[in-house]
């Protein structure tokens, strides 16, 4: 008994802290996460930009993967001493189309389906770019690519349905849920993509591209606890630079499959040492239908 009154006032004073707004910095165990989930959904490129027709038409399908968390890297609350709840969709998906504008000028908009997938959901998650050739020739292509995504997910991350099944203040619910918290994760970014392929005479056009965004991520937490109900403001932003290669292959005039890998360092500053690989590195592929 003693022991659980103890923890208990340790959580009471910590509800006090975590309410209202928090600046933490990007390499942050909350920074970190933040930032992680940013580069799950971030605004990427399909294909290196090529040479449009104004009002040339195309429709993709974009599907990624997220990278599976350890117990020690969702360990992100109260700066890295509370777990959370991260695992929750193992894939990232978008739709895209585009539109040939003048001056060889491709316009964009995405969007993602609200689909709840595990207790989380899309929240008016869309994005635009806007991208352009720069050089193309018989050996090589340059492309410039600008983009930005607005939006987040919603999620029971504070207090999920695993931890909500335990007892307030037991090893598995140390926060003392008592309900699911409904918990938003804004992950509004910018930034400038450049893109070098390498073109050939088959129908495989495989490519390269350097990304520099700037992040600027917010979660906001409530969660209903057994003291109380914890309502906090977490922010962080800074900058992320994202290394993607894959190509591209039309599988007939006017259908192309795409196939790529991005990697994102990322640095964590933890409480305890973990030896835990903290950069984000994913796969994605897409289908694009062209008019």
């Not at 429709?59 to 991260?86: C, N, Y």
């Not at 909500?164 to 598995?172: E, K, V, W």
């Not at 962080?236 to 993607?244: A, D, E, F």
């Amino acid at each position: 008994m003693k022991i659980r009154l103890t923890i208990t006032a340790l959580f009471l004073f910590f509800s006090c802290i975590a309410y209202g707004d928090q600046k933490v910095d990007l390499d942050s165990p909350e920074g970190w996460a933040m930032a992680f989930m940013t580069a799950s959904a971030q605004n990427l490129g399909q294909a290196p930009p090529h040479a449009v027709k104004v009002r040339d038409i195309s429709i993709s399908a974009e599907l990624s993967s997220i990278p599976r968390l350890t117990r020690e890297q969702q360990r992100i609350g109260f700066g890295g001493f509370k777990d959370e709840d991260l695992n929750k969709s193992p894939a990232f998906g978008r739709l895209r189309a585009n539109i040939g504008l003048p001056w060889n000028l491709n316009a964009e908009i995405s969007w993602t389906p609200p689909l709840q997938i595990n207790g989380s959901k899309p929240d008016h998650l869309w994005g635009a770019a806007l991208s352009k050739p720069l050089v193309n020739n018989e050996k090589i292509g340059i492309g410039l690519r600008l983009f930005l995504l607005r939006g987040g997910v919603t999620a029971s991350v504070t207090c999920s349905e695993d931890t909500i099944s335990f007892a307030p203040y037991t090893l598995q619910n140390t926060a003392g849920c008592v309900g699911l918290s409904d918990d938003k994760l804004k992950m509004d970014h910018e930034g400038v993509e450049v893109f070098l392929s390498f073109n050939n005479a088959s129908a495989i056009l495989p490519w390269i591209s350097l990304a520099a965004s700037n992040i600027d991520n917010s979660v906001e937490i409530d969660a209903p606890l057994e003291v109380g109900r914890e309502r906090a403001t977490v922010y962080s932003s800074g900058t992320i630079q994202t290394l993607s290669f894959g190509f591209n292959y039309d599988i007939r005039e006017n259908w192309s499959l795409s196939a790529a890998s991005s990697y994102t360092p990322l640095d964590a500053q933890r409480p305890n040492d973990s030896s835990d690989n903290d950069d984000f590195w994913n796969v994605r592929v897409g289908l694009t239908m062209r008019y």
